[in-house]
């Protein structure tokens, strides 16, 4: 019997003729993809504001999507090699640091989007 069959609340979905992937995995793979694209257009973008007034936030934003890439990837190999009981523990410690620090950063560059943007109205004000 396969490890799939002991969890008792996961759903799972018919891929292949091999075997079973779980929703999760499929979830995961999709985050991925657009994650993926997010950074691809996050460092386009940049580029745009390369010299100008949002470019210290964009500089703190966009590196922090290859965190979630970082993350997205992690939980993909978990998905595909399975986790062992004893490092499961291991495995949430290491998602919820990935995710605190992809918060942190998001909540810096939202805090430098403000400054930019508040330094801006009080020119024209």
């Known amino acids: 019997m396969t490890d799939y069959f002991r969890r008792p609340l996961l759903i799972m979905v018919h ?7 779980s929703v ?3 979830l995961h793979l999709i985050l991925l993809a657009f ?8 460092f386009r973008l940049l580029k745009i504001f390369r010299g100008g007034l949002l470019e210290s ?3 703190v934003l ?3 999507t290859l965190i ?3 993350a997205e990837s992690f939980n993909i190999l978990l998905d595909i090699w399975g986790i062992p009981e004893r490092a499961l523990l291991a495995s949430h410690i290491i998602n919820n640091i990935l995710e605190i620090f992809l918060v942190g950063f998001i909540f810096l560059s939202f805090f430098l989007f403000f400054k930019a943007w508040a330094k801006m ?5």
């Open 68 to 70: 979630f890439v970082v």
């Open 121 to 125: 109205a009080r020119k024209q004000s």
């Open 57 to 59: 936030p964009f500089k």
């Open 62 to 64: 966009v590196p922090s």
């Open 35 to 42: 994650s993926l694209g997010l950074s691809y257009y996050g």
């Open 24 to 26: 999760d995995l499929v």
């Open 15 to 21: 891929l292949t003729e091999a075997g079973y992937y």
